[in-house]
């Protein structure tokens, strides 16, 4: 079995300040991680992802996460927000085992003010 | 990098119609591509896993005789949504797995805004 939570439905920052999106998972299995980002009306673009290789991860757009096993966490961070990064926030756990299956958080959606 | 395509972006159809969407991957070939759907404000929920010659697999609450799904080819997969009704209208999207390495990766598709009237 297989879980994520994303702690905070709404994350509000202000441009130029640093970004916390915060994500727990749980599973059975090594898992693959993975933060997406939708825009409105918009399909799904892959951020970044772990897949048991080096645990801080570095993606497009200046964000990272870092996988931290003890914590069973993979949060997203970025030093510095800027006004295109306003959208939702998806993470996404994957199961590295037999039956490769993805679970989505519920999503942050990730506002900016000028 | 990788690139899946669907098609169409928005329809908007009676109720009692079928709708087709088509999913493809553009640039490499997906032995196995994904069906969700997502309600305004609410997460993705996987509909069905869709193997390229072989029958879909649903999760369980999605009815399969509604929505149809076909992996025709290792670049095509179809989900045909039959006798739409108005609780039909959502965001559907669709991705492809790709597998290289060690681990996996999805690549999603713009997706499909399907009203029902």
């Known amino acids: 079995a297989q879980s994520v939570t994303q702690l905070d439905s709404h994350v509000s920052v202000s441009e130029g300040t640093p970004v916390l999106l915060r994500c727990n998972y749980s599973?059975?299995?090594?898992?693959?991680l993975f933060w997406y980002v939708q825009h409105p009306n918009k399909g799904l673009q892959l951020l970044l992802k772990?897949?048991?290789?080096?645990?801080l991860v570095k993606g497009i757009n200046g964000f990272e996460a870092e996988f931290k096993k003890s914590e069973t966490s993979f949060h997203l961070t970025k030093p510095s927000a800027h006004m295109s990064d306003a959208a939702e926030y998806f993470c996404v756990v994957s199961n590295s085992g037999g039956y490769q299956k993805v679970t989505f958080g519920t999503g942050t959606k990730l506002q900016v003010i000028p | 990098g990788a690139v899946v395509s669907q098609h169409p972006s928005w329809v908007i159809c009676k109720s009692g119609t079928s709708v087709k969407i088509e999913c493809r991957s553009l640039?490499?070939?997906?032995?196995?591509m994904f069906w969700y759907r997502q309600f305004p404000k609410q997460s993705l929920m996987l509909m069905a896993t869709s193997n390229e010659g072989s029958k879909a697999t649903y999760e369980q609450g999605v009815e399969k005789d509604k929505f149809l799904i076909n992996h025709a080819s290792l670049t095509l997969s179809t989900l045909t949504v039959t006798s739409a009704h108005p609780e039909d209208s959502s965001f559907y999207i669709c991705?492809?797995?790709?597998?290289?390495?060690?681990?996996?990766?999805?690549?999603f598709g713009p997706g499909t805004r399907l009203l029902v009237l």
């Open positions: 640039d490499f070939q997906a032995t196995t």
């Open positions: 991705s492809a797995r790709v597998l290289a390495g060690r681990g996996e990766t999805q690549y």
């Open positions: 772990y897949t048991s290789a080096a645990t």
């Open positions: 599973s059975s299995y090594s898992p693959s």
